[in-house]
């Protein structure tokens, strides 16, 4: 798995977040789309696309997009 | 975990009332801090848009009681034909006595009539299916009313924006009674207690009683207003529930009745939000049209009124065919709680929904 597809799936599960709006480095917890709406969304996506169900404090534990990317690589 | 099967029982009608009140998400802008943008989103995301609300002086017992009426008259039944009556209900009247009682006086029903409450909410109403087909099958009743209602848009907050803008008003009754004729039922339920504190009214019962501090309210860490009182859930452990419990019970239901999910007609789940009831009708591989969502834009959640609440308003006139009517119901929710049946609704004699108006009763 490639982390840009994961940003890919990232930014579509954040309804409406332009592509490209976020890379690697990204906090996601500081962007404004960040809210409980958007942990549903992003927790549904991760468990289709990678069959890994995370809770919301399992998916808060990280900081930046590729911490969370690699947590999940770890899990595949 | 329970998994039953009856036979030669069958849902002969069921009634939903909804109050006449309407409040829509753009009521609530507020909530938002006017960001129309955000409304928007939960509306094309979660399929928020209205929901009704019951009057101050209206309660889960008048709305099952005016639901049980219209029953009656649609199916020429008198109350005194009942002898078991069912009332799914979080939001009774009183702690003691039970709903189910109050009714009984109200209506006029037989002495020969066992008559309860069961306190569950959005999965109740399956629950309820499963005890009265029970007792129907060991012989305890012939003919049971089952009524499920809330009022739970008492219980929100209404400075909590995750949950304000969700709950709506309802009461159902629905008529099971024996027959003869060879049709089949099979019923899955299970529980996860651990999960109780995901959706919980924390004071009001006897453990943490009414008191000032009780009364107080906070805010939580996302801005949403409450006090211990008020109804509380945790949003995301919630759909995490659902989503890996439900399609899971769903495909195991099947299973156990030998039915493929191409036999099933609809799929009516709890009404919980059109994100949740679509994304499991898509992780069950089906196709979502079989997935009645539309109550919930104009009821909003109702909790245990929920499934006969989708059936009635989606379903209802389509069943005045004598096609034959293969559904799965699955309600899932407050404790943690879960449950789901295959049933065959062919010739049911009545299905629908009313506006609650206590003059013409």
Redesign the interface.
């Known amino acids: 798995m490639e982390i840009k597809n994961f940003i890919d799936h990232f930014e579509y599960a954040l309804d409406g977040l332009e592509s490209g709006t976020i890379d690697g480095s990204t906090n996601f917890k500081d962007l404004k789309e960040w809210d409980s709406l958007a942990i549903l969304t992003v927790t549904d996506t991760i468990d289709i696309e990678y069959g890994i169900l995370l809770r919301k404090s399992e998916i808060e534990a990280f900081e930046t997009i590729e911490q969370l990317f690699n947590f999940i690589q770890s899990k595949l | 975990m329970p998994s039953n099967n009856f036979s030669d029982i069958k849902i002969s009608g069921s009634v939903t009332v909804v109050p006449k009140v309407k409040r829509s998400i753009e009521e609530d802008i507020e909530l938002y801090g006017g960001n129309y943008k955000q409304v928007e989103?939960?509306k094309?995301?979660?399929g928020f848009n209205q929901r009704r609300i019951a009057p101050r002086e209206v309660t889960a017992l008048d709305l099952c009681e005016s639901a049980s009426q219209s029953l009656f008259k649609k199916l020429d039944l008198s109350p005194i034909d009942i002898n078991g009556i069912i009332f799914i209900t979080q939001t009774p009247d009183h702690s003691q006595p039970s709903n189910a009682s109050l009714i009984h006086g109200r209506l006029g029903f037989s002495k020969q009539c066992a008559a309860f409450d069961v306190g569950l909410g959005c999965s109740g109403f399956v629950y309820g299916l499963w005890l009265a087909f029970s007792l129907i099958a060991n012989g305890s009743s012939s003919k049971i009313l089952l009524l499920a209602g809330d009022t739970l848009s008492r219980l929100v907050n209404p400075k909590d924006r995750?949950l304000a803008p969700l709950f709506g008003d309802a009461g159902s009754a629905t008529l099971i009674e024996k027959e003869q004729g060879g049709r089949t039922s099979w019923f899955r339920l299970g529980s996860d207690g651990t999960g109780a504190s995901d959706l919980i009214v924390p004071a009001g019962g006897s453990r943490n009683p009414i008191s000032k501090k009780t009364e107080e309210e906070f805010t939580d860490n996302?801005g949403n207003v409450r006090s211990l009182q008020n109804l509380f859930m945790n949003?995301?452990?919630v759909?995490?529930f659902s989503?890996?419990v439900v399609p899971r019970e769903i495909q195991e239901l099947l299973k156990y009745a030998k039915c493929e999910k191409s036999e099933v007609d609809y799929f009516v789940l709890h009404q919980a939000n059109r994100?949740m009831v679509q994304?499991i009708g898509?992780?069950l591989g089906c196709d979502l049209k079989r997935f009645p969502i539309a109550s919930f834009g104009v009821f909003g959640n109702i909790s245990s009124a929920s499934i006969p609440g989708a059936m009635a308003f989606e379903l209802g006139e389509n069943f005045s065919t004598k096609a034959k009517k293969r559904l799965v119901l699955s309600g899932f929710g407050v404790g943690l709680s879960w449950g789901s049946c295959l049933v065959d609704l062919s010739e049911i004699r009545c299905l629908e929904y009313v506006e609650y108006n206590p003059i013409n009763i």
Request: aromatic share 12%; hydrophobic share 20%; charged share 40%.
């Open positions: 989103r939960l094309r995301t979660l995750s996302e949003g995301s452990e759909f995490n989503i890996e994100y994304n898509k992780r």
